[in-house]
């Protein structure tokens, strides 16, 4: 194996600049170059379905096949979700024979137009999984390190991770029967453009904006298919504790997955738990209706060591957010992935031709194991996403007019185990009594359990869902800064502290700058993936900051 790698996509990234021997996630440097080949096999696929997109043939093959591989092979490569080098090496291998289907369906003058952006990216064919290996860890042609110059690269990653993250929105979306040509169109679009030197500074800069635009768009795509499948959120109070049945304990991100679990598991004598981002999933009305949906488990992501092993029963893994267990980890027999997830020795749920799973093994394993042991008790209440706090538009009007409310904190984002995040949980507990938090994703865990009371019966953390929920944020912004009859968005008394971890978060945040967001504060450190050059455009025309001390950020925020 290799120790050549290079990777600097997540916020843990190593000193701040790039993991070069091994993940701070976990994953080798063997994982990390067979991730870029995936990557550079996506472009490939791009490279010939533009075209013939554009011409209008293959349209079936575009449609049932290419669409749902890019989305999945971009999602496999986001931080957490896949350590199993074998699957990779598969999907590189599907990622071939796709291409070179297309390929045979195109003509010359269409070869010579894909080719444009690299004939071997068009070309290129190894056939042993050694030969695979050997090409991936050559950063110069296909890692992060190809791009010498550090603003473009910087530009380009940004866009890339990006576009991670839309895709991983894109496949929940379409898992729930959703999907929009424009958005994959505009996928292969922003993978090519990452191979076009032709395009200048100022182009990649608008580029990443357009990523926003269309974060903007799979959001919204996204909330269409979970309302219109699940039904509208609404404010649930949802058990922490544990049942005296067995459990299986699901986690990741994808709805419909648990939807399936549950109908497959209602008469089956075990209940289900949510785990980290899956526990939104209690607001909706075609989950919750099932009796045997018993709660959440647990924290968010980082610390699910400690939460499996105490939940004696199987674990579902329905995207990324996987921390390796140690070598002696009691509960690593007893998990298992689907979708983009994946780790060796883990087995692997495998989706049937209509997208249905069968979880009949799962159940019936957790059929033979202790219930959870209960580590806490009591509730914590969801269910507050743009639909439910729009209801209550003339309450919160009316609470900011006459001086309840001063100000809204948006805290949405990722948690993390770095222990500089226990910031986030003294900046809640030291807001003042007249502010509301408004949350999505698992940076929720850090303040979620804290009591912090309401103001005239708002409660005072208003819990919008996942991490793809930060969408309701901006709609809810939008309709105020209508209420108010205001002129820029930023006039509102919303201020943005926003921690991220991984590419979902940077989707969320290009978005939130799409929308002509200003001055958001990003933490706990700045993203290594930006150059000081690009930064420094960040920082001029959108006012983005890091964090400081909690004392200083209150003040900064005119909170103390």
Known sequence: MSNN????????????????????????????????????????VAAISSVLRKNGKATEIIKNRVNRYLVNSLFITITNANFDDNHILDEVRVGLKLRDELKALATADELKEAEKYGAD??????????????????????????????????????AIYGLKGMSAYAEHAMNLGKTNDEIFSFTEKVLLSTMDDSLTADELVALV?????????????????????????????????AGTRPGILISGHDLWDLKQLLEQSKDSGVDIYTHSEMLPGHAYPELKKYPHFYGNYGNAWWDQRKDFTNFNGPIVFTTNCIVPPTKNATYKDRVFTTNAAGFPGWKRIKVNADGT????????????????????????????????????????????KNGSIRKFVVMSGCDGRMSQRHYYTEFAEKLPKDTIILTSGCAKFKYNKLNLGDINGIPRVLDAGQCNDSYSWAVVALKLK?????????????VFNVAWYEQKAVIVLLALLYLGVKNIHLGPTLPGFLSANVAKVLVENFGIAGITTVEEDLKKFDLA
Not at 228 to 236: A, C, D, M, Q, Y
Not at 358 to 370: G, R, V, Y
């Open 357 to 400: 799973k069968d979880f009949s093994e799962i159940i019936e394993l957790a059929k033979t194991c202790q219930p959870p042991v209960e580590v806490e008790s009591g509730e914590i209440t969801v269910g507050f996403a743009h639909n439910q706090v729009l209801s209550l538009a003339d309450t919160v009007v009316e609470n900011i």
């Open 121 to 158: 990216l068009v070309n290129w064919h190894l056939e042993t999984d050694e030969d695979l290996i050997k090409f991936s860890e050559d950063q110069s042609v296909v890692g992060i390190l190809r791009t010498e110059n550090e603003d473009v690269r910087s530009l380009r990653e940004l």
């Open 482 to 494: 209508e209420v108010f009859n205001l002129n820029d968005i930023n006039e509102l008394p919303i």
């Open 209 to 241: 904006l357009e990523v926003g635009e269309y974060g903007v768009k799979v959001m919204a795509l996204l909330d269409e298919a979970n309302t219109s499948v699940l039904g509208t959120p609404e404010i649930t109070k949802v058990k922490i504790g």
């Open 5 to 44: 790698m290079f990777c600097y996509q997540c916020q843990e990234t190593a000193q701040g600049t790039g993991c070069t021997s091994i993940g701070v996630c976990g994953k080798t440097s063997t994982t990390s170059g067979l991730q870029d080949l995936l990557i550079y096999a996506d472009k490939g």
